[in-house]
């Protein structure tokens, strides 16, 4: 068995400390398309934003394809924007993560639609096509479809995208799933060297104080819903979809303020835990118990905190880290996402004002802007410094910011 130095040393990523960069192509409530690559003003500031992460050591970066503008008509793509972030990347020695499915499918097509996964199959083998013909021999990792449990929930009870249903959240999570799992089969034979990574929410429900067993029950159910996901992919629940325990890989979670809450009635957990409210839970403790319920190695695929909390939310993350490595869980990167600021999605003001780097609000194109948050960079560096001192050469090393 793997002991935690072998994973973190044979670490398919370039570094620890990695950048997201927003790609959602989704339909939001309103039915409207958003395209966050440009709206963010990434495509357009792609040399700069990529100097900029580096500056502060991250040399690894989450990046979407856009299936909806890849796809625009069945079975044909259009890789130019693709195009340009790769050569981007090797510009700049940047390893670029991808997403395929980032929230967005293309306009014929809804989880629900019998060809949804046979079009997504076809996707992932054009893609490893597109990026093998160029980049023969270089570490691919690739996540399938992003947050297959949130995006169930948004599309298939509260409408908030496509395909716009309530009450059919497990019907919308089996049609991702199974194009997950053909995803994952046409990745594999197309490139049986691929690296697979998951991103699904981390999160903790618990029942109210004083809640009766039947409440306790049901928290409990909806807590370990949270898996769904990830057991069908391996083959636990659901087998007929056709998963196998050799499709788990990477496993990464995705944690921001808001995920650990009272079931009935709603109610959010204080992140800071200032009332240490017993039903809290650690983050280190929630990265051990999915790593020992899957026994992978684990990335936090998303994280970040909006306005003045910032800076506390980054030193927060990098003690959870450390605590996490020094139990043995073999935690082989955090990803700051956003990393540059965006708008909400459906009404697309006012920016969430939670990454690294703000839009100005005041500028006649925001996502043209980059305002550094100085006191989220003075946090960063501390808790690179602080994570470094854990892990071995080269993945410990950071870059101090010019």
């Not at 009935?264 to 204080?270: F, V």
Request: charged share 20%.
């Amino acid at each position: 068995m793997l002991m935690l130095h072998d994973f973190l040393t044979s670490s398919p990523f370039q570094s620890f400390w990695m950048a997201g960069f927003e790609c959602t192509d989704q339909q939001n409530a309103f039915g409207h398309r958003v395209d966050f690559l440009t709206l963010t003003g990434h495509v357009q500031l792609l040399d700069a934003d990529y100097k900029a992460v580096q500056s502060f050591g991250m040399s690894t970066v989450r990046e979407g394809i856009r299936w909806s503008q890849v796809e625009r008509v069945p079975y044909q793509y259009d890789w130019s924007t693709v195009q340009t972030l790769l050569d981007a990347g090797q510009r700049h020695g940047v390893q670029q993560v991808w997403d395929l499915c980032h929230f967005g499918y293309p306009d014929d097509l809804t989880p629900l639609h019998p060809m949804f996964a046979r079009r997504f199959a076809h996707l992932c083998r054009a893609f490893v096509d597109f990026y093998r013909s160029q980049r023969p021999n270089e570490v691919l990792i690739v996540t399938p479809i992003n947050e297959v449990s949130f995006m169930s929930w948004l599309g298939g009870d509260v409408r908030g995208t496509s395909p716009y249903c309530v009450g059919q959240g497990w019907e919308v999570k089996l049609g991702l799933m199974r194009a997950y799992i053909e995803g994952v089969a046409a990745l594999r034979e197309a490139d049986p060297g691929i690296r697979i990574l998951t991103t699904e929410p981390l999160i903790n429900i618990v029942p109210r104080m004083g809640a009766s067993p039947k409440e306790m029950r049901r928290a409990r159910e909806f807590d370990l819903n949270q898996f769904q996901s990830v057991d069908i992919l391996s083959g636990r629940l659901c087998p007929e979809l056709g998963g196998r325990p050799e499709f788990l890989d990477l496993l990464g979670f995705n944690y921001y303020y808001d995920n650990q809450w009272q079931q009935e009635p709603h109610q959010t957990l204080p992140w800071a835990d200032d009332f240490h409210d017993p039903r809290f839970r650690p983050l280190n403790l929630l990265l051990a118990r999915a790593y020992h319920r899957y026994g992978r190695p684990v990335v936090l695929t998303e994280t970040s905190h909006p306005g003045q909390d910032r800076p506390h939310w980054l030193r927060m993350i990098a003690h959870e880290a450390t605590l996490a490595l020094q139990a043995g869980v073999p935690l082989l990167g955090v990803c700051l996402y956003p990393i540059i600021d965006r708008p909400d999605w459906d009404h697309l003001t006012p920016w969430h004002r939670a990454g690294l780097w703000d839009a100005d609000e005041a500028a006649p194109t925001p996502g043209l802007t980059r305002v550094l948050h100085e006191s989220s960079a003075e946090a960063l560096v501390e808790a690179q410094q602080l994570v470094a001192q854990l892990l071995p050469q080269p993945a410990g090393l950071f870059l101090q910011p010019s």
